[in-house]
């Protein structure tokens, strides 16, 4: 691992901690401490900004150059980009959140406790309608016991307001409801494997599942049948991890995130055929966009995983009319679709465990228009 500090000669910061790694063929990672940005880049590249930040240690690579026909006019503008590209990712990136705490009630009415790996918590509400932002996935997981830790939601001005026994931890507008219920999910998650803040490296946007001793996670773009591949492998005895929120910690293990997988009203009848209890679930509404959903819990005929080693990544798109097939790709190329979605900790060692968990990871490519086909050649590459 190569981890360097280094200083710009235009710039007046002191100085920005960071990582390059070669993760693939002709792909290399970059990941810069103070604004917590990560760089996919070619070797080509990858020489060029190494030079810019320590021309001492890595000199002009003439060879190099000439194999890649850069003339000294084409040199000029790529050191003006990575110039650019240096100053703006050694910019820091502040998210503290500075706003004063609202009066949240001593009790109120609107409440439910969830029980999960023994741990039981209660979710309190000011108002019975904030209850769908949170409730529908962990419904499989209410019931009447005796709570270790309290957090309390209420709306004002406009506002959700979080907080956890009392100390007040976040407020979120009306276009920052994903970002709350990731917070909450997070939160929820931490709580129930009786981990800190500090020990998760990172959230992935995808669905981890579990068979044969094996973890694999699914992503993809929304609407690409993430969920609905899911459920499709639940049905054959792979276990559900996490839907949709894969939390990752220091130790290189994708931990269990237990919420029910969200199916959309244009896989009922498919569920319906994998699943006899799937009719009885409640249907929610979600938006003019979404539409109608159900909460499909976690198989508990499959065995209950809370957390596995995950390294085999696959990106999954379905269409009628797309091939059945499945193909290993770069992991630069796998990356640049998973980090924009990802919650990745700016420290250190976080950045050291992604990138570790990339190198020894594998990364596939899954189209297909047929579930049995799908199934089929999953289980080929497990």
């Keep these: 691992m190569r981890v360097f500090l280094f200083t710009f000669s235009k710039m007046s910061e002191k100085f920005s901690r960071f990582i390059s790694e070669k993760i693939d063929n002709d792909t290399n990672i970059i990941w810069f401490e103070k604004s917590n940005k990560y760089i996919i880049i070619n070797d080509l590249s990858n020489h060029l900004i190494l030079n810019k930040i320590d021309p001492d240690n890595y000199p002009i690579n003439q060879e190099l150059l000439e194999q890649n026909q850069i003339s000294s006019d084409a040199l000029v503008n790529i050191n ?7 100053l703006e990712c050694n910019q820091r990136i502040d998210n503290e959140n500075l706003e004063v705490s609202p009066k949240f009630g001593k009790e109120y009415i609107h409440q439910s406790k969830f029980k999960f790996n023994d ?8 108002d019975e309608k904030l209850r769908t932002l949170i409730e529908p996935k962990f419904d499989h997981l209410r019931g009447d016991y005796t709570e270790e830790v309290t957090y309390k939601v209420t709306e004002s001005n406009k506002k959700i307001y979080l907080s956890k026994n009392e100390k007040f931890l976040g407020s979120w507008n009306a276009n920052q409801m994903h970002e709350f219920q990731g917070k ?15 020990d ?95 909460y499909l819990p976690s198989n508990t005929k499959n065995q209950l995983i809370l957390k596995t080693k995950c390294n085999l990544i696959i990106n999954v798109k379905f269409g009628l009319t797309l091939k059945n097939e499945i193909k290993e790709i770069n992991k630069g190329s796998a990356l640049k679709k998973i980090l924009p979605d990802a919650w990745i900790s700016n420290e250190n060692r ?5 990138i570790n968990w990339v190198k020894s990871s594998r990364f596939y490519n899954l189209t297909y228009n047929e579930n049995k086909k799908a199934i089929q050649m999953i289980n080929e590459i497990l």
Excluded: C
């Excluded at 741990?119 to 000011?126: G, L």
């Excluded at 909450?184 to 500090?198: A, P, R």
């Excluded at 976080?350 to 992604?354: G, K, T, V, Y």
């Design 350 to 354: 976080h950045a050291n465990s992604f």
């Design 200 to 294: 998760w490296t990172a959230v992935f946007h995808g669905s981890t599942l579990f068979k044969k001793n094996k973890g694999l996670m699914l992503t993809g773009d929304s609407g690409n049948g993430k969920s609905s591949l899911s459920v499709i492998l639940m049905a054959e005895n792979f276990s559900l991890v996490a839907d949709d929120f894969s939390p990752f910690d220091n130790t290189g293990n994708h931990y269990n995130f237990p919420s029910a997988i969200s199916v959309k009203e244009g896989f009922y009848n498919t569920a319906n055929k994998l699943f006899k209890s799937f009719v009885e679930l409640k249907e929610y509404y979600i938006s003019d966009i979404k539409g109608n959903v159900k």
């Design 184 to 198: 909450v999910s997070m939160e929820l998650t931490s709580f129930f494997h009786g981990m800190n803040d500090s």
């Design 119 to 126: 741990r039981v918590v209660k979710i309190e509400y000011s």
């Design 80 to 86: 003006n980009d990575i110039q650019n590209l240096l």
